[in-house]
């Protein structure tokens, strides 16, 4: 795979020597290629600022590809695209080699069922217990009979170790809790792609550790494609198979999670050091 470019401007963010490089395919089909997901060259902007500026990236089937970056670099717009929240101002996001924007509405909705999203702070339902949370999705995308929802949900909370907490609400758990809980009804429907965005978001570094463990415990039970976006070092250690590195809206390096911490590239190695002296500052 290739690396990163070796340099970084001031002005602009690295690019590819080749624009239409990719990482870590060559962008023909996901399922001939090994790739669920493949996004080319795509751009999104809100009013004046550049949020996305030509990215291109390909999402490995069956890894866990972590994605890396400074703050408002584009890494949770990438997942919007990816589950069709968001219609990119150009470019493509693919999935299993369908064009999510060349879809139907209601074949986007049944694409959006292929997916999972673990988001910061779980987004349960307040008014719900753990129990229903976790029972939303079957009710409301499937016709299954109630005793079959409740095997399904008591399994997967008894996977991420809710079983007591079935009839709790959730300002009645922990925040390490309510993550496990919204990782539970992100399995349910026992998606082919799980997102998680920045699932390790107020946690303490037990919890974090814990949670880490949980998804790799859970990828290797369940398989599929994992994308976890984060700031964590430790994270990314722990759970990768991939990293993937945005800076202003571009990827700038893509590739195995143990290449990354050896990499050389001074933005790659000043965001994994957290050192002060580097291509990235306060902009």
Not at 93 to 112: K, P, Q, T, Y
């Amino acid at each position: 795979m290739p690396d990163a470019v070796s340099s970084v401007g001031e002005a602009d963010p690295p690019v590819p020597s080749d624009a239409g490089e990719r990482w870590p395919g060559d962008g023909a089909s996901a399922q001939a290629n090994g790739h669920a997901v493949e996004v080319t060259d795509l751009h999104k902007s809100f009013g004046t600022f550049d949020v996305l500026r030509g990215l291109n990236i390909d999402f490995v089937d069956n890894a866990v590809t972590t994605i890396l970056g400074p703050s408002g670099t584009g890494k949770s717009v990438l997942l919007k695209h990816m589950v069709g929240l968001l219609e990119p101002d150009r470019g493509e996001v693919n999935v299993f080699g369908n064009n999510i924007w060349s879809l139907s509405e209601s074949e986007r909705s049944e694409m959006r069922k292929r997916f999972g999203v673990l988001f910061q702070d779980g987004a349960l339902f307040g008014s719900m217990d753990i129990f229903d949370n976790v029972a939303f999705p079957l009710r409301k995308n499937t016709e299954m009979r109630e005793s079959e929802i409740r095997d399904i949900v008591t399994d997967r909370l008894a996977e991420v170790g809710l079983s007591g907490a079935a009839t709790k609400r959730p300002n009645e758990i922990s925040g390490g809790m309510k993550k496990r809980a919204g990782f539970a009804r992100a399995l349910v429907m026992r998606p082919d792609i799980l997102l998680f965005d920045e699932p390790d978001s107020g946690l303490d570094p037990v919890r974090t550790s814990l949670l880490c463990d949980l998804i790799v415990e859970m990828h290797r039970e369940h398989r599929g494609t994992y994308v976890v976006v984060t700031h964590d070092i430790n994270t990314t250690r722990r759970v990768s198979d991939y990293v993937g590195v945005l800076w202003q809206g571009r990827l700038v390096y893509y590739g195995p999670v143990e290449e990354a911490m050896a990499s050389e590239d001074p933005f790659v190695r000043q965001f994994l050091s957290g050192d002060s002296v580097g291509p990235l500052g306060m902009e």
